[in-house]
C-alpha cells in the first residue's frame, strides 16, 4: 500500500506541474515515436525559391505580379488558393497594383489572405491585418502563426487565435473552410471583420486549439512548383485542377523557415509546407490535441495502477512482462496519435515503470530475509531425525549466506523426495497413489501409458472411473464398483481383472497409513499379463493341434498297418496304399496349414506395387490343371485394365489359392467358376464366385473357426483341415482389408477379398523407395 500511494502520487504530482517538458520532447520527437501522415496528391505549393528570385529579382516584388500569379493559376480551376504572403503596408512605388491585386483576388475565386500578431516593445499587441482592399476582395482571413516552444522548435499551432470575441481561424483552417463553402456555395463560419481594426488592445491575445503539427512524409512531401515557372507558363496544364493551392517562401534569405520535429535534408521546414501539413490533416481528419490534465493523468497512471496490481499475483519474471507490456502499451497509444488523436506527455508514467520494479524489490528484498531465517529454522527442526550430508561453508554477503543455509536444508528433503518420486516412476507396472476417496494424486509413467494420458493427466481423476470397466475374470463382477474406496474401513482389493479392451491384469489396491496410524490413502499397482495369457491361450492350442489333429493321420496309418498284419486279406493293397495315402496328405495338409498360418501372422510384411488384374490371372492359370482335374471352368472377367495395390505378393497369393481351391473343392463337375476384380470408391474387390452347396446363414459365423469344416458330414470326400478360411481373414486383414461370405444355401459361395486401393503418395513413396534402393 505504501509503494502503491507513493508511486501514485509521485507521478501524478509530475503530471499536474510538467517540470520534465525536454524529457516529454525527447520522447515525442525520438524516431520510434514520430508521427506522420503520407502524401497527398490535394496540396500544390507555389514557392517563391532562390530560382524565382534570381530570375524576377529581389523582394518584394511588385503585387501585379501576383495578380498575374493567381489568374494564371485560377485558368487551371483549383480548389481554392492560399497566398501566404502578409500585405499589410500599401506599395508607394506602385499604388496602382493593389488594384490589380485586388482584382485579381477577386477573379479568382477562392482565394485566402494571412493575418498575424504585431508585437511592439514587447507588450503591446494589435492586429496586423491585409490592406482593406485586398481584405474585402479575399473570400477568408487566417493567422499566419506557428507555435514556437521553448526550445525553439516548432511543433504545434492553434487553431484560433485573437483577442476576446474577435478570433481568427488559422490560416490552413480557414483555407480548408473557405474551399467547402465555396465549392457548395454556402456561407462561411462568422469570423472578425477584416476592415474594423482594433486601434489598442481590448485584452490579452488569446489562443485555443493547441493541436500538433502532423507533417507529411517525403523530402519535398508535397508537390512543389517554382513561381516564375508559373508566370512563365511552364508548369503543365492540370497541375492546379481541383487542388489546393498554397502561395509561399521558401527562399532561404527570406526569413520564414522554422526549426521542427520532422525529419529534412535542410534541417528547417518553409513555413507554407508547415501549413501544408496541417491543411492535409484537416482534409483526412487526422488532427492531434495536446492532452488535458485529466487526460495525461489517465495516460500515465493508468498503466501503472495495473503493474501494480500485476505485483500482487505475478512473479517477478511475470512483473518484468507486465511492465514492458505497459510501456509498449504506452508507445503504441503515442505512436498512433494520428488515429487517437490526442498527443500526451509520457515521461511522468514513464519514469513511474522504470521506478516501480526497483522499489518493490527492495520491499521484496526485506521480507525475504525474513522468510528464509523463519524457514531455515523449520527446516532444520523437521530434519533433525534424518542422516547429515556433507555442506559447503556459506559465502558471500548476508544474503547468499541465508539463501545458502536453506538451500542446503531444501536439498536434503528434495533428494529423499526425488528418491521416492523417481523409484515409483520406474516401476514396470502401472502405480498410482490415491487419497482417502481415491483421488489420484501421484502416478508413475507406466499408469499414464496404461491409460493413455499426459504427465499429469492421471492427476485428480477419480480412481473409481479410471477402473471402472475392470471386472472380475471368475465372476464378471466390477472390482472397482462406485465408492469402493470410501468406506469407513479400508479393505485391500487384490485379483485378476479384465478391461474392456480385452487387457488381463492383475490388480493390487492397498491402504496405506501416515505416522499417526491413520488411513491416508491407496496404493495401487496394476500388472498386464496380457501377453502371458494370449502365449498361454497359444500354447493350448497347439498342444490340441499336436495331440489331437495332428496324431488323428498318423493314428490311422498306424491302425491301417495292424489291420493289414494281423488280418492279411481284410483289405487288398490298393485299398490300403489308397487309404494311407490319404491320411498321409492329411496329415500333411494339416502341417501346412497350421505353419502358414504362423508364417502369415508372424512374417515380415513385405510390400510392392501389384496389379490385383495380373495377380488373379497367374492364380488362375496356376490352377487351371486342379480346375481341368475337376472337370471345372475357371471364367475370368477381366473389365479393369489394372488395379495397382500395395500388398505382399507372397501372402496375397496364398490366400487367393486357398480361396480358389475351396472354391474347386466345392465346385460340382461341368460347373463355371467366375473370378473378377471390382473397384469401388475407396477398394479393389476380388470376388471368387462358385456354384457348390453353399453356407447356411446360421453357419456362416462359424467360417473362421480353425480346424472346423462345414460340410465334412454332407461332402465326405472333399478332404480339408479347416484353417483355409482363417489363413485368407489374418493375410487380408494384415492388408488393411476385410473378407465378404455372399452365400445361400444350395445357391453357391461367393467370396470377396476387399483390399484398400493405395493413395498416389504412398505409391509415389513406395516408387522412390525402389529407386534409392
Partial sequence: MLLSLGMLTFVAVLVLTQPLPRVDRMLQDNASAEISQPPTHEIVIVAIDEKSIGSIGRWPWRRALHAELLRRIAADSPRCIGLDLLMSEPDTRHPDDEKVLANGISDSGCVVLPMALQVRGGKTQSELLPLPILANAATSIGHSHVSIDDDGVARTVYMHEGFAGRTWPHFSKALEEAANAYAKGTALPPAPQPLTVVPEPTGPWLRTGHEVVVFTKGDPPFKIVSYVDVIQGLVPEGTFTSRYVLVGTTAAGLGDLYATSATSTSGLTPGVTIFGSVLQGLITDRQVVLATPMQDLAFNLGPLVVALLGLLWLRPVGVVILICSMLALRLGLHASRPWVGIQFAPAAGFFGLLLVYPFWSLLRLTATIRYLRWGTEQLNEAMADL?????????????????????????????????????????????????????VFLGNIAASQH????????????????????????????MMPPGALAGPEPQPILGEGLDSQGRFVLLRCVPFYNAGNSHAGWMVALVDITRMRQAQSQRDEALRFISHDIREPSAAILTILELMRASPGTLSDEQATQRIRRHAETGLELADGFVNLARAEAQPFRAEILDLVSLLEQTTDDAWAHARKRNVRIVLFNTLDEALCLADRGLLVRALKNVLSNALKYSPAGMDLRCHVIERPAHWALAIQDQGPGIPAAMQSQLFQPFHRLHSESHPEVLGVGLG??????????HGGTVEID???????????????????????????????
Avoid: Y
Avoid at 416 to 435: C, E, K, N, V, Y
Avoid at 461 to 469: F, I, K, P, Q, S
Avoid at 743 to 767: D, F, I, R
Fill in 743 to 773: 452365400s445361400v444355401e444350395n445357391a453357391g459361395c461367393t467370396v470377396t477379398l476387399v483390399l484398400p486401393k493405395p493413395t498416389a503418395s504412398e505409391l509415389a513413396a513406395l516408387g522412390d523407395d525402389k529407386e534409392d534402393t
Fill in 725 to 734: 478360411l482363417l489363413l485368407v481373414r489374418t493375410v487380408v486383414q494384415r
Fill in 387 to 439: 542422516p547429515p550430508m556433507p555442506l559447503r561453508p556459506p559465502s558471500g554477503d548476508f544474503l547468499d549466506r541465508e539463501m545458502a543455509v536453506t538451500s542446503q536444508a531444501g536439498l536434503r528433503m528434495r533428494d529423499l523426495q526425488r528418491f521416492i518420486r523417481d523409484g515409483i516412476d520406474h516401476l514396470p507396472d502401472a502405480t498410482m497413489s490415491l487419497s482417502r476417496v481415491g483421488v
Fill in 451 to 478: 491409460w493413455r494420458a499426459g504427465p499429469d493427466g492421471l492427476v485428480g481423476r477419480d480412481a473409481h472411473e479410471l477402473m471402472g470397466d475392470l471386472r472380475w475374470r471368475t465372476t464378471g463382477a466390477p
